[in-house]
């Protein structure tokens, strides 16, 4: 099946133009991810809504989200808070969903994400038109972001990593079937759990993203890195061992052959060949 939208997702505290953390050390309005999201969706007169559904403070986020896309030039905003099953099915919520070019999910709790929007008729919307509208963009930031995998990481403890269990799985909204997506993850040390949910699928690729930092996904296969950290990938495919299925929850785990790539912003990672393409020094960022 070919897929004619683009994916975007992010790492989480991505630059909105009022950060000065030194993170965000590039241009926000030629280099930054949003603003990447916004030539993704067609320029400043592309239709956006915020989803800020994951949030516990989703007035405040969509706020931010207006300022940031407003800096960028754009106009056309909507916001959309979907609190329950119900929302996703209101003939309101659908029609910003069927005109919209680009749909932006914030940060929060993924399970949110895939309790309330899951399985209905805006999700169904979503899938379609990802599928078959070139010009249909589908961006997530942290939860956002993991809720666009099949099989998500719904939670678990760094701090327990390579321990079995440690990782929560749940099932989001199959938008990157091959994918596990974690976030924040060099700033909150999230190698161990993405290594356990690898294990428990080494048949999917898990993307571990660094805050301000993403991926832009074309034709459900061809990714390139954006941002200013790192997109480290892990492809399970090769272990030569790997003992998740046979342990019990809270032993130490074994995998050997897992192979990782560190990618950083330009390089580009094709997901059915599993082979990389980095960026010559001597180009510019993108």
């Known amino acids: 099946m070919k897929i004619k939208g683009t994916l975007i997702p992010i790492g989480g505290n991505e630059d909105k133009g009022f950060e000065d953390d030194e993170i965000h050390r590039l241009d926000y309005i030629e280099e930054g991810i949003l603003s990447h999201v916004v030539n993704e969706a067609g320029g400043v007169d592309a239709k956006i809504v915020i989803i800020p ?23 056309k905003i909507d916001v959309l808070n979907i609190k329950s099953k119900s929302d996703s099915e ?3 919520f659908i029609s910003l969903i069927k005109e919209a070019d680009c749909v932006m999910f914030s940060g929060g709790d993924q ?12 999700h169904k919307i979503l899938s379609d038109r990802y599928i078959n509208d070139e010009k249909f963009v589908i961006a997530g930031t942290s939860a956002g972001a993991m809720a ?12 327990k990593a390579f321990v079995k269990g440690a990782v929560i799985m749940k099932k989001g909204l199959n938008l990157a079937p091959k994918l596990i997506v974690d976030t924040h993850f060099i700033q909150r040390g999230r190698f161990g759990r993405i290594s356990e949910a690898v294990a428990k699928f080494p048949n999917l690729l898990g993307i571990g993203l660094a805050e301000d930092t993403g991926m832009i996904i074309k034709n459900g296969n061809d990714c390139t890195v954006i941002g200013s950290g790192m997109a480290i990938v892990f492809d399970g495919s090769h272990l030569t ?46």
């Open 53 to 75: 559904t994951a949030s516990s403070i989703p007035v405040e986020v969509g706020e931010n989200y207006i300022t940031a896309f407003s800096t960028l030039g754009c106009s």
């Open 148 to 159: 666009m995998a099949n099989e998500m990481i719904a939670g678990g403890s760094s701090a």
């Open 90 to 92: 209101r003939e309101d």
């Open 111 to 122: 399970s949110k994400i895939s309790k309330y929007i899951g399985s209905t008729t805006i």
């Open 241 to 286: 061992h790997n003992n998740e299925k046979i342990l019990k929850i809270g032993t130490p785990m074994t995998m050997t052959n897992l192979k990782v790539h560190v990618l950083a912003n330009g390089d580009h990672f094709n997901l059915d060949t599993r082979q990389v393409k980095v960026l010559p020094i001597e180009s510019p960022f993108v």
